[in-house]
């Protein structure tokens, strides 16, 4: 446990006249902030509930990095001035007790991304999510704090909210309370949990049905055995175009990529049998085993190819290991089990399966 600096003061100092109101308490520990119950909480408590004028909201998270970036433009002058002071910078400040943004991919340098041997995925991720218009700090923090408030109200940045640690297994509910023009206070967003906690507990909110690669791009850190993880390798065939196959957490695989291959792999007599079929209803035929002949080829070919992604993620987890990557090493090495899973499904069912 560390001490959470005098920005946590000004900042917590600031959240009583904005009405922001919470039976948690903020600490912080090296590898950054988390908060603590002040007294046990059962399933329907609010965790949080807060104005929505004391969040900064916008239509798109674009904008919202852009509003916020003006708001910190604006310094003192700010009425969010005490958040943004308490933000992450991109270096980190360890004597106001401010973590780093510098832990999120996006923020790496070439060594560290030459470990992520995850067949593109993290490079993918991030050239798509990649806007260099926008301020890279702004930009962060919306991507890794943000919340989405639904009704076609758009994104907020949320004082509080974004301070509780991700769990995707706590169950979370958030509802917005519109101002009927009585209380004077405005709509209040109201944090719900559906998890029991005890007094001095860590708290915890599901921020969704994130995979690995949701939460290591946007948040900078993996879950081991995510529940909600799925991991995809893509696949490239002569003349035909590329597609992915897909692993789930319990080590199924995808249906769409198993039809595609077995409508690909299938012989001079399966095909006729496909193109028989009136138009509009041939996808329904290879959405089951067409023939146990070629049912094994699908499998073997899935087999074969996940081995050879899971090979890879082991090689590059244990040069993170070698590394002292602690963080790419464990994202590699959930990957690789989880193809590993789906082999061993795979063999279960099929057990001289060849690969």
């Known amino acids: 446990m560390v001490a959470i600096g005098k920005a946590a003061s000004t900042f917590l100092s600031w959240t009583t006249p904005q009405g922001i109101q919470t039976p948690l308490e903020l600490s912080q520990r090296p590898e950054g902030r988390f908060t603590i119950c002040k007294r046990d909480i059962s399933p329907g408590d609010d965790l949080l509930s807060i104005p929505l004028s004391s969040c900064l909201k916008s239509d798109s998270l674009e904008n919202l990095a ?8 604006r310094g003192s002058k700010s009425k969010f001035a005490p958040y943004i002071e308490f933000l992450p910078t991109l270096e980190g400040d360890e004597a106001s007790g401010r973590p780093a943004l510098s832990h999120l991919p996006r923020f790496w340098k070439g060594k560290r991304l030459d470990l992520v041997l995850d067949g593109g995925q993290l490079d993918a991720r991030m050239r798509r ?10 930009l962060a923090c919306v991507d890794s704090r943000a919340n989405f408030l639904g009704d076609g109200m758009g994104y907020a940045m949320t004082p509080m909210l974004d301070m509780i640690n991700h769990d995707g ?8 309370d519109k101002d009927k023009g009585f209380s004077g206070a405005g709509d209040i967003l109201h944090l719900t949990t559906g998890k029991s906690f005890s007094k001095g507990d860590e708290a915890f909110i599901s921020y969704g049905a994130l995979t690995n690669l949701d939460t290591l791009a946007d948040y900078g850190f993996v879950t081991p055995q995510n529940p909600f993880n799925s991991e995809s390798v893509q696949v490239r065939m002569m003349r035909r175009d590329p597609f992915p196959i897909t692993v ?3 080590g199924s695989v995808d249906a769409g990529s198993k039809a595609t291959l077995r409508y690909y792999l299938a012989n001079e007599a399966e095909l006729e049998q496909f193109s028989t079929l009136e138009d509009g209803t041939g996808l329904g035929i290879i959405a089951k085993k067409i023939s146990d002949r070629n049912e094994l080829d699908v499998s073997s070919f899935i087999a074969s190819t996940l081995a050879e992604a899971a090979y890879e993620a082991q090689m590059g987890a244990e040069d993170a290991t070698i590394a002292d990557d602690g963080l790419v090493s464990t994202y590699l090495k959930e990957r690789a089990n989880t193809f590993n899973l789906a082999i061993e499904r795979l063999k279960r069912k099929y057990p001289d399966l060849e690969y």
């Open 248 to 250: 789930f957490a319990d």
């Open 169 to 176: 297994t706590a169950p979370t509910r958030a509802r917005i």
């Open 129 to 138: 999510d990649e806007r260099p218009d926008i301020d890279q700090w702004a």
């Open 66 to 73: 852009e509003k916020l970036a003006h708001e910190k433009n």
